[in-house]
């Protein structure tokens, strides 16, 4: 159990760039989150996928935020067209589904910084 | 809809003494209730959780927390502060359902332990 590894840890863009984040999950977990954490915040739910089927996603995953988990195992989060209100720790969770509570395990997540 | 306060953004207490984090949830279902702790450039780590059955629940590194339905609180504590416990902690909830159980998180509560 190597843990939910996400890549790169940080990024610097430029307003109006695009970028993409990968999360890779514990490697028998079926369920993955996307979470956002912005400076003295508790993180906040984006989206959600259950194996390779993106099952909700929140009001704050506006239309230029796209995520994937194709054969259900990495994910990729991608914000096109940057904007500094962009700027925030992208944070990824995996989980075993057992039926209720399930622990999620969290990433070290991703540190992004829009000029 | 899930909401959680956490009364108190940094608590400061000496080495040895008690340690008592405030916890207040709002849920329309009954919940599920975690607590994490947060240490610098590292994920998200669960310390315990509360699903049904017996109200106090031990965690690990010494923390417990006490669920009480009736002020709708799950205070985190620890009979003696040690100096490795200076981190971040989030109190969260998630409702029963065998759908989406993201976590709502609260704004989280700094701990510092002075010598």
């Known amino acids: 159990d190597t843990g939910v590894s996400q890549d790169p840890r940080h990024k610097i863009t430029k307003r109006g760039q695009n970028v993409t984040f990968r999360c890779d999950p514990i490697?028998?977990?079926?369920?993955l989150y996307w979470y956002r954490q912005t400076l003295g915040q508790g993180p906040e739910f984006l989206t959600y996928?259950?194996?390779?089927?993106?099952?909700?996603k929140s009001r704050l995953l506006s239309d230029r935020f796209s995520a994937e988990r194709p054969k259900g195992s990495f994910s990729t989060l991608e914000i096109q067209r940057t904007e500094q209100g962009d700027s925030a720790m992208y944070l990824c969770?995996?989980?075993?589904?057992?039926?209720?509570?399930?622990?999620?395990?969290f990433g070290p997540g991703t540190r992004l910084t829009v000029l | 809809a899930q909401s959680v306060t956490q009364l108190g953004s940094h608590v400061s207490v000496s080495e040895g003494a008690l340690v008592l984090l405030r916890c207040n949830y709002s849920?329309?279902?009954?919940?599920?209730l975690f607590w994490y702790v947060q240490y610098p450039n590292q994920g998200l780590q669960l310390l315990l959780k509360y699903t049904t059955g017996a109200t106090l629940v031990k965690g690990i590194n010494g923390f417990e927390a006490e669920f009480k339905k009736s002020e709708t609180s799950f205070h985190l504590t620890k009979p003696s502060a040690h100096m490795s416990d200076a981190a971040e902690y989030f109190c969260a909830v998630s409702e029963r359902n065998f759908g989406n159980e993201k976590l709502t998180f609260g704004t989280g509560t700094r701990l510092t332990i002075i010598p």
């Open positions: 490697s028998e977990h079926n369920r």
């Open positions: 969770a995996s989980s075993l589904v057992t039926g209720g509570a399930d622990e999620q395990f």
């Open positions: 849920s329309s279902v009954p919940p599920y």
């Open positions: 996928f259950q194996n390779e089927a993106q099952l909700e």
